[in-house]
């Protein structure tokens, strides 16, 4: 059942407020940072008959249309690629529906509706995306800084903008350190913003680039929040030539035909590219100093709940 109290009480309350006002600071403030590195805002894809496969998530948001399968999208991972055909820079605020499981409602950074701030580089390597990355969150802290004094107060937060370059660690060698769901005991362990690389290819989806030279791993990263926050961001290198890319979807079991659209532009050629994508509702959790991911957005649904 919607419970209309709780939604009404959440609303009108000045945490929700200040969340929000917050936010919109993080929204400008990165458009901003992203013109000024010649970068082009494109509009968002809410349905299409691909997106990511993101194998975990089993539950499919499909709709019909005109007899046609479109599927509701998981990441723009694919768009963004075949957007570089027409500008080499280019990103969007991206909605992303992903029906994760029941169990993830209290997980305090899970919402099966949420906005990525999705980014693609034509003809970048993973390094220049990271620096990037590193740039891009230095410049929205320093305006949250600027631009939202009595929020952070509110909330009780002190932030200060992290020095480039962020510390590194690979896949390997924090699994070694912290077992192997690290993130979380990687992020209490931190007090600045640190990357994860190099993920082995069974852990990830078929499109990050595999490194010829080392067989079985990635050139792909993540981010992680310092404090316990967890991932901020998720991207890398891709794989853009057609037999990598049908190889790399068969060895995880996919039938080609699921992705014979995409194939299609990538026979005719796709650019060499790197990405990544933010989740914005994270960052605004983070920055905010807040455990619950529902205090950062309207409308926010958690998984298992009915939510507007
Ligand atoms: N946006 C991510 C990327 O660029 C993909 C994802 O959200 N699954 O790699």
Same mark, same amino acid.
Not at 96 to 105: F, G, K, P, T, Y
Not at 216 to 233: K, Q, S, W
Not at 236 to 242: F, H, K
């Given at each position: 059942?919607?419970?209309?109290?709780?939604?009404?009480?959440?609303?009108?309350?000045?945490?929700?407020?200040?969340?929000?006002?917050?936010?919109?600071?993080?929204?400008?403030?990165?458009?901003?940072?992203?013109?000024?590195?010649?970068?082009?805002?494109?509009?968002?894809?809410?349905?299409?008959?691909?997106?990511?496969?993101?194998?975990?998530?089993?539950?499919?948001?499909?709709?019909?249309?005109?007899?046609?399968?479109?599927?509701?999208?998981?990441?723009?991972?694919?768009?963004?690629?075949?957007?570089?055909?027409?500008?080499?820079?280019?990103?969007?605020?991206?909605?992303?529906?992903?029906?994760?499981?029941?169990?993830?409602?209290?997980?305090?950074?899970?919402?099966?509706?949420?906005?990525?701030?999705?980014?693609?580089?034509?003809?970048?390597?993973?390094?220049?995306?990271?620096?990037?990355?590193?740039?891009?969150?230095?410049?929205?802290?320093?305006?949250?800084?600027?631009?939202?004094?009595?929020?952070?107060?509110?909330?009780?937060?002190?932030?200060?903008?992290?020095?480039?370059?962020?510390?590194?660690?690979?896949?390997?060698?924090? /699994? *070694?350190?912290? =077992?192997?769901?690290? +993130?979380?005991? &990687?992020? !209490?362990?931190? %007090?600045?913003?640190?990357?994860?690389?190099?993920?082995?290819?069974?852990?990830?989806?078929?499109?990050?680039?595999?490194?010829?030279?080392?067989?079985?791993?990635?050139?792909?990263?993540?981010?992680?929040?310092?404090?316990?926050?967890? /991932? *901020?961001?998720? =991207?890398?290198?891709? +794989?853009?030539? &057609?037999? !990598?890319?049908? %190889?790399?979807?068969?060895?995880?079991?996919?039938?080609?035909?699921?992705?014979?659209?995409?194939?299609?532009?990538?026979?005719?050629?796709?650019?060499?590219?790197?990405?990544?994508?933010?989740?914005?509702?994270?960052?605004?959790?983070?920055?905010?100093?807040?455990?619950?991911?529902?205090?950062?957005? &309207?409308?926010?649904?958690?998984?298992?709940?009915?939510?507007?």
């Amino acid at each position: 059942m919607f419970d209309v109290d709780r939604a009404l009480n959440l609303w009108r309350s000045e945490v929700l407020r200040r969340a929000l006002h917050l936010q919109s600071v993080v929204l400008d403030s990165s458009r901003e940072f992203l013109r000024n590195q010649g970068f082009i805002e494109i509009l968002p894809v809410i349905i299409s008959p691909i997106t990511d496969p993101l194998t975990d998530h089993r539950v499919r948001g499909e709709v019909e249309c005109y007899g046609f399968k479109y599927q509701i999208t998981k990441s723009m991972i694919f768009h963004k690629q075949m957007a570089l055909l027409s500008h080499p820079r280019i990103f969007c605020f991206s909605p992303n529906v992903r029906i994760e499981a029941v169990e993830r409602q209290n997980s305090g950074k899970h919402l099966i509706e949420f906005v990525q701030l999705d980014l693609e580089v034509r003809e970048a390597t993973r390094d220049e995306v990271m620096a990037l990355g590193e740039a891009l969150l230095r410049s929205i802290i320093q305006a949250v800084i600027e631009r939202c004094q009595p929020d952070l107060e509110f909330f009780g937060r002190k932030l200060v903008v992290p020095e480039s370059p962020f510390p590194r660690i690979t896949y390997r060698e924090a /699994e *070694a350190k912290f =077992g192997p769901d690290f +993130e979380e005991e &990687l992020s !209490r362990s931190h %007090h600045e913003p640190i990357w994860v690389i190099d993920f082995p290819i069974e852990g990830r989806e078929f499109y990050d680039r595999e490194d010829e030279d080392r067989p079985g791993t990635l050139v792909d990263m993540d981010l992680i929040y310092p404090e316990g926050y967890g /991932e *901020a961001l998720s =991207g890398g290198e891709r +794989e853009y030539q &057609l037999e !990598r890319i049908c %190889h790399r979807i068969e060895q995880k079991g996919i039938q080609l035909e699921a992705f014979a659209p995409y194939l299609e532009v990538a026979r005719r050629g796709l650019y060499p590219s790197a990405g990544f994508g933010l989740g914005i509702e994270r960052l605004t959790r983070y920055l905010c100093g807040l455990r619950q991911i529902e205090l950062t957005r &309207l409308f926010a649904k958690l998984p298992g709940q009915l939510s507007l």
